[in-house]
């Protein structure tokens, strides 16, 4: 299957990164290439360092983006500073991440991402490691219980962690179709009628399997941290739990004194590192919705280093 993804809020994303054409740049979540490809022909003497986990994103990139000047790396974004150390990079100018799981990811039933179409349970963005098999036959009903609300903030998780458990204890769950049914009978017929009642599920067993939220907060510390003063970086999430994790390590970046507000002065010296560009995130117009459907839930964060 060709790798297809819409790339959301691509001169958004780009613009709020960009600034030196002779810069060095990393995409932490190149996909089909679309923000590479845009931020690479804005290069003249500078660099783009492309990573994805997915072998086939990987490759879909190198042939998008032949001829530029790009370094492609099959590494999960948790590893941006043993990568950087192995280029002999420093210093970034600018870094873009678009979060979450591709068009071509959902789109494709064999990844075991999506719960409208049967398939084996996967959900590996690396094809590699831990699958959703394993995390739905293998996890306690606790363990269940607590990614589904943690991570899917689903309120029948005990329900659904419940009818998982009876569902494996008579055979292995095995497909996505499988998976989706015992989800739906485990909750109330006016909440399937209400909304397709796997979504949350399918999100909070994906996230758990591929680490997402473990590896986002890991980046944006080491990707801030490698950013030149008045470097940028700007990430686009697609849930809450994303969203509220860039928008607090964002927050914290641009705090300065922590010291109690009784204290007649500061004695803490704490200066803020980062600075917001827009006070609000950015999402995309109505025109772009009308096109991608699926960028509704896309919110852009960006950030400018001011201080080390």
Known sequence: MEFRHTTVLLEETVNGAFGDAAGIYADLTTGGGGHSLELAKRLSGGRLICFDRDKEAIEAARKRLAGYPVTLVNRN????????????????????????????????????????????????????????????NEYTEDELRRILYEYGEEKFAPKIARGIVEARGISPIERTGELAEIIKSSVPAAYRREKNPCRKSFQAIRIEVNGELEALEKALTDGFDRLKLGGRMAVITFHSLEDRIVKNGFKELCTGCTCPPEFPVCVCGKKPRGELVGRKPITPSAGELAENPRSRSAKLRIIEKVRE
Not at 82 to 92: A, H, N, S, T
């Open 77 to 136: 974004f948790i590893e941006l500073n043993e990568v950087l150390d192995e280029l002999g990079v420093d210093k970034l100018d600018g870094i873009i991440a678009d979060l979450g799981v591709s068009s071509h990811q959902l789109d494709d039933a064999e990844r075991g991402f999506s719960f409208h179409n049967d398939a084996s349970l996967d959900m590996r963005m690396s094809g590699e490691g831990l699958s959703a098999k394993d995390v739905v």
